[in-house]
């Protein structure tokens, strides 16, 4: 079942609303010399700046719209929405499926929004993180598949994904290095995707 559970990126700049930045020039001008006027009259004056948002950040807001009736995605969305990762990254969804040709064998599907990427190879750091996180669940022993996606737009910046078509077979936890982890992964060009 699709899990429809959003992460939606928000650049900082939208948290200084029209409303918010009228309502701090109106605190200003009312408090006249004492926060928003320097004048050379005045040597104890100071300036209070409207704050600028950092160039190019990413703020991920969680939705809380779980419609998932499946317990095993609703704790991985859970997992998933606490882990610490990658500057710019926000986790978007979770799908998991049956392997038809495998009983008993799912393939879990992670979808980011990742804003500043270019291409697959840029999710590398964050699939490793969330491969972590998914070998320490319930599910792992189950897992045959793994793939992460920057699907999380309403058009994605591109179609190829990383994909670990092992994960029974790859420990992740650490070992050997965080390098070699990194070089599991596999990218899938997604030629036959109708996403």
Not at 132 to 147: C, D, Y
Request: charge should be negative.
């Amino acid at each position: 079942m699709r899990q429809e559970s959003r992460v939606t990126p928000v650049f900082p700049f939208a948290r200084y609303s029209l409303l918010r930045i009228a309502s701090i020039a109106v605190v200003t001008a009312a408090s006249g010399a004492l926060i928003g006027c320097s004048s050379d009259s005045n040597p104890s004056v100071t300036t209070m700046p409207i704050p600028k948002p950092p160039v190019g950040a990413v703020e991920c807001v969680a939705v809380q719209d779980v419609v998932s009736h499946d317990q095993d995605e609703k704790k991985l969305t859970a997992i998933i929405s606490e882990l610490q990762l990658p500057a710019g990254t926000c986790f978007f969804a979770v799908d998991m499926n049956d392997i038809h040709d495998q009983p008993g064998k799912i393939y879990v599907h992670v979808d980011l929004t990742v804003p500043g990427s270019t291409g697959p190879d840029d999710l590398r750091a964050a699939a490793t993180d969330i491969a972590h996180a998914l070998k320490g669940t319930e599910v792992a022993q189950r897992t045959a598949e793994l793939s992460v996606t920057n699907w999380g737009f309403s058009r994605p910046p591109y179609r190829a994904f990383l994909s670990d078509k092992n994960f029974q077979n790859h420990p992740w936890d650490g070992t050997p290095s965080r390098q070699s982890e990194l070089a599991i992964w596999e990218v899938d060009p997604c030629a036959g995707c109708t996403r």
